[in-house]
């Protein structure tokens, strides 16, 4: 069998995830030299702040080479109802040490701002903007830690009578008989990514996965797999006994 291509309607990495990733690497010497500088002044919390910063960037950068290098590992399960496949495990180790490194470097400055704890030369309203602003990043960070530390995170279960996605916060199920198009693209929309995932049911219901990048390298081998077992019921008995999480891990499937 013929090695897996990419979708033809799908685009390589965008511009702005390039710029993203030279930006998080660029800053992660600044984070350290305030670190190091408000350390040799006697402020020990500023120096978690820059600490906190570092980390966050550095964990934003390597999340985002692993996607660009397509260094990311399969990860797929068998089970008597069907296949599991989730994202990349070191990835989502990352993104929580990301998560943990915003959250303190946020919560640390939204209380020391205010007092003109932090070594930074800031004017009041300086202070006070930013330190809103890093106490809602902060917020926003909570939930984003619990989803991908603590609890299961996103994943794609597929069976003999249907396929049901799980972004982490809801699952969303077709049956394969309902679905009417499994696209490379978004009809009425614009891809964040460049290469999307749309399932369209014939109720009109739809769903766009636009990370399959994050399950398997480049997202190749889960868009044909979908495609595949969607198109020949006659394999759907694959994915209940095995077959299926081989033929996922060796990108082993027709391009139809």
């Known amino acids: ?6 979708p033809s309607r799908w685009r390589g990495p965008s511009k702005w995830m390039v710029a993203g990733m030279v930006f998080f690497v660029a800053a992660v010497p ?8 408000a350390l040799l002044n006697g402020n020990a919390l500023t120096s978690l702040v820059a600490v906190g910063l570092g980390v966050s960037f550095c964990g934003y950068a390597a999340a985002g ?8 590992i399969p990860r797929a399960t068998s089970t008597s109802d069907g296949t599991i496949v989730e994202p990349d495990y070191v990835s989502r180790r990352i993104m929580s040490t990301t998560f943990c490194g915003l959250i303190l470097s946020g919560v640390l400055f939204a209380v020391l701002a205010p007092q003109d704890k932090v070594d930074l030369d800031l004017s009041d309203g300086q202070r006070l903007f930013f330190s809103i602003g ?3 990043v902060a917020i926003l960070c909570v939930p984003a830690l619990i989803g991908s530390a603590f609890r299961d995170g996103p994943r794609i279960a597929l069976g003999r009578q249907g396929v049901d996605f799980y972004n982490g916060r809801r699952w969303t199920t077709f049956q394969w008989d309902e679905i009417q198009a499994i696209l490379d693209y978004i009809p009425e929309g614009k891809s964040n990514t460049g290469h999307p995932i749309t399932v369209i049911a014939t109720d009109d219901r739809q769903f766009t996965l636009d990370t399959p990048d994050s399950y398997t390298p480049g997202g190749t081998a889960l868009f044909w797999m979908l495609r595949y077992y969607w198109l020949t019921s006659d394999a759907r008995d ?10 996922y ?8």
Do not use: K, P
Request: proline share 0%; charged share 30%.
């Open 134 to 136: 890093a106490l809602l």
């Open 65 to 72: 080479y692993r996607l660009y290098r397509r260094r990311v």
């Open 1 to 6: 069998m013929t090695a897996l291509t990419a």
């Open 238 to 247: 694959e994915l209940a006994d095995g077959r299926a999480v081989t033929r």
């Open 249 to 256: 891990l060796e990108s082993r499937f027709e391009m139809i």
């Open 30 to 37: 600044f984070c350290l030299n305030w670190a190091v500088r």
